[in-house]
């Protein structure tokens, strides 16, 4: 498990870090790509992509409490499908990060949660894809193999 | 009256034991200590509650989901909201004209760590004063005339995950409040303060050595058997009962003649059932207490074990009927997990288990010898292992009951159940525990049972038979706590935002008023001037309501089904209204 010192005041720039680590495995230096897959396997960021699959997993384990299933929105927060026809991917991560806070409206700042900072990428190819039309609601149809190095850097990035 | 009360006449309270049995008053927000939420008004009947109309609204000021219900002490109603967690005291002469409000200042960081909406579930009353537990889990007492703080006590972190959402009970002296953040591997436990000074007299966790969970190896017992040393930590992997949930946010009962009290313990922590391996003693089981050392006198544990967040903190109702051609001092609870157990609440006796909706598929039935479940492999969510999803489940997470109480009607005999009726599918995936943080670690999908389009039922039960007697299908699920009267009707509300009456004996429809919001609160009657008056919050919201703007996935939408398949956003709107029925 990630010993983590308090909630610090996360950065962006940690969260890139952070994703850097999972998307590499650490390997190389702080590029911050778009998305986080990885080449082995399911390349890419398309919506049969293990990105896409993983990060609908993570967005229902970790976000849709809020802000609804497929993305679309709840009573508590604001539909994110709508939200990245505007929201740049810098800003997203920033959003993620320190959170926001809106009149009677809290969004809590994940920048240290492991649950959601290993898997930020995906959860934003996923969302990116909701966004712009290309990935329809509900669990992918099929479910791609987990790469192996992604197995690998999630379970160093997770802890457990 | 529907319990005959003996209790200690050296208590403070007594004033409490003697309100409650006025229908004209509603002093607790489950009617009275059995919980029952049954009144013996009868002015308002079956005859002629298709006359009701609109007596005078009131609006909280608050757009969140709103449950539970008001309080009514003499001329005054009080009123809670959801965060911010207002009260106000509303002047019954002058059409609920305010008398005084409250509003805390709270860390409004609270609400990033509130996993199903701000929502709060009322407010207690006792020897003038009004007690609040808010979301911050700060407990209040406020002086019921003025709204002035007398005492507050700061139960809890809310940067663990941990708050307050449940409605105090006084019992005795003593102000009873429990803890939610199941979600967030808080650990439960129920409070007990000192109702004049605010000082904390016994605390109890749902795990852990005895000296946490106050209980006694040998004279605690489960399924008849004492429950031996330590008894919390065992059926747990390393330290995982400190992060072990068994929060206890829903409703406490109160047996006045045994001085007992009586409550449901939540879902163990994280969802992942893979990674917690055991049988999370004592997460998911009924707690019997002893009011004044909080010592348990029995347990049972329901749902060992638990691989689909069915929580065991719904009511426990307390009532005395003839069992087997016996008297016996029943507690029946319906459980999130389907089951509607019957239990002898004096020892804890397993009498009876019987699924309370049809669609309950993970258990076939429930062991009453061992108290086991005989679960159903194929909707085992831990036998695949992580990142596998399993499927059609029933009931989903939800139960087919939530917190939303139901009640009990000593004139027909029979339980009113708000019911949910939905099914899911339940991945588990890995999970690490960061305080303050959700510790879930499942990805779940929620749809109607296959071919059918209601996910709600409003059904009335028979105790003894274990039995359905009617039922009336709702499009979605009943998140309001029905309120049975010796008028012969039952009353509750509906997400798309009716107030409905219904005959107790048979559900006909007797009346129905759509309200601004939908309704996940819980019906009070009172009167006043000689009057009687039906009272329902409005604002919708809580756990069946998040997905309110999305409605149900395209593979749910080929049934056939029109209203139903619908997103609840095209029926109804946030909202926060208090609204008062009356006969013209």
Not at chain 1, 48 to 76: E, I, M, Q, V
Not at chain 1, 135 to 140: L, V
Not at chain 2, 215 to 242: C, E, F, I, R, Y
Not at chain 2, 282 to 289: D, E, K, L
Request: aromatic share 10%; glycine share 12%; net charge neutral.
């Amino acid at each position: 498990m990630i010993r983590l010192n308090g909630r610090v005041a996360a950065i962006a720039a940690s969260a890139l870090l952070f994703a850097t680590l999972l998307s590499t495995g650490g390997a190389t230096a702080q590029t911050a790509p778009a998305a986080a897959a990885p080449p082995a396997a399911s390349p890419g960021s398309g919506p049969d992509s293990w990105a896409a699959f993983s990060g609908w997993k993570r967005y229902h384990g970790n976000c849709s409490t809020c802000h609804g299933p497929d993305g679309l929105g709840g009573t508590f927060a604001p539909s994110l499908v709508d939200s990245l026809k505007t929201l740049d991917h810098d800003q997203f991560l920033a959003t993620v990060v320190n959170g926001k806070k809106d009149k009677n409206l809290t969004m809590p700042a994940f920048g240290v949660d492991p649950n959601v900072m290993c898997y930020v990428e995906d959860i934003y190819t996923y969302l990116k894809l909701r966004s712009d039309g290309k990935m329809d609601r509900g669990r992918p149809a099929n479910t791609p193999t987990k790469p192996k190095d992604v197995a690998e850097a999630e379970t160093a990035c997770m802890g457990v | 009256m529907l319990v005959a009360y003996s209790y200690s006449p050296s208590y403070a309270n007594d004033e409490l034991v003697t309100l409650q049995q006025d229908a004209n008053q509603w002093a607790m927000p489950l009617g009275n200590y059995s919980s029952t939420r049954y009144s013996t008004l009868s002015q308002i009947n079956n005859s002629n509650a298709r006359n009701l109309r609109v007596a005078w609204t009131f609006s909280t000021g608050v757009l969140r989901g709103h449950e539970g219900g008001p309080l009514v002490i003499g001329d005054i109603m009080y009123v809670h909201t959801p965060f911010p967690n207002k009260v106000f005291a509303l002047d019954l002469n002058r059409n609920g004209a305010i008398l005084w409000s409250y509003e805390p200042r709270q860390d409004s960081n609270v609400i990033g760590v509130m996993c199903c909406d701000t929502v709060n579930r009322g407010v207690a009353y006792a020897k003038g004063k009004i007690f609040l537990h808010q979301a911050d889990t700060t407990l209040v007492a406020l002086d019921a005339k003025t709204g002035k703080v007398v005492w507050s006590a700061k139960d809890g972190d809310p940067a663990t995950g941990e708050t307050g959402t449940g409605a105090p009970t006084i019992a005795g002296d003593y102000v009873i409040i429990g803890n939610s953040g199941g979600e967030y591997g808080v650990r439960g436990n129920l409070a007990a303060y000192d109702m004049n000074t605010g000082k904390l007299a016994w605390r109890a966790y749902s795990q852990g050595p005895d000296s946490d969970t106050l209980m006694n190896a040998q004279k605690t017992t489960h399924m008849g058997k004492p429950v031996g040393k330590d008894s919390g930590l065992a059926g747990w992997k390393g330290d995982q009962w400190k992060r072990g949930g068994g929060t206890t946010w829903g409703w406490t009962s109160y047996d006045p003649a045994s001085q007992t009290i009586y409550y449901g313990s939540g879902n163990p922590g994280t969802w992942n059932p893979v990674q917690r391996p055991g049988n999370n003693r004592w997460s998911m089981t009924i707690w019997a207490r002893d009011l004044k050392t909080g010592m348990a006198k029995w347990v049972y544990q329901m749902t060992p074990h638990d691989e689909w967040d069915y929580d065991g903190v719904n009511e426990m109702v307390l009532v005395d009927r003839e069992w087997k051609g016996k008297p016996r001092k029943l507690l029946v609870h319906f459980d999130r997990n389907g089951f509607a157990y019957v239990l002898d609440r004096t020892s804890g006796e397993l009498l009876g288990a019987e699924k309370y909706d049809p669609a309950v598929n993970w258990a076939s039935s429930i062991d009453l010898k061992t108290g086991e479940p005989v679960r159903v492999a194929a909707y085992s969510t831990e036998h695949g292992g992580e990142d596998v999803s399993t499927k059609n489940i029933c009931p989903a997470a939800l139960g087919s009951k939530d917190q939303q109480p139901v009640s009990y009607s000593p004139q027909t005999g029979l339980f009113y159940i708000p019911g949910n009726h939905v099914c899911m599918d339940y991945e588990p995936t890995k999970v690490a525990y960061v305080a303050g943080s959700p510790y879930v670690g499942a990805t779940l999908s929620m749809y109607p049972p296959k071919g059918e389009n209601n996910l709600g039922r409003f059904v009335a039960w028979d105790p003894i038979a274990q039995k359905s007697v009617w039922e009336v299908k709702e499009p979605f699920s009943v998140w309001s706590g029905p309120l049975a009267t010796a008028g012969g009707v039952v009353f509750y509300g509906t997400m798309d935002g009716y107030l409905k009456a219904v005959d107790a004996k048979t559900g006909n429809e007797l009346y129905k008023f759509k309200t601004p919001s939908g309704i996940i609160g819980n019906i009070t009657t009172y009167t006043h001037g000689g009057k009687q008056y039906v009272a329902v919050l409005s604002g919708v919201g809580g756990w069946a309501a998040i997905g309110m703007a999305a409605g149900l996935t395209g593979a749910n939408e080929g049934l056939g089904a029109v209203g139903a398949y619908r997103s609840l956003s095209q029926y109804t709107n946030l909202g926060g209204t208090m609204t008062v029925f009356e006969l013209p």
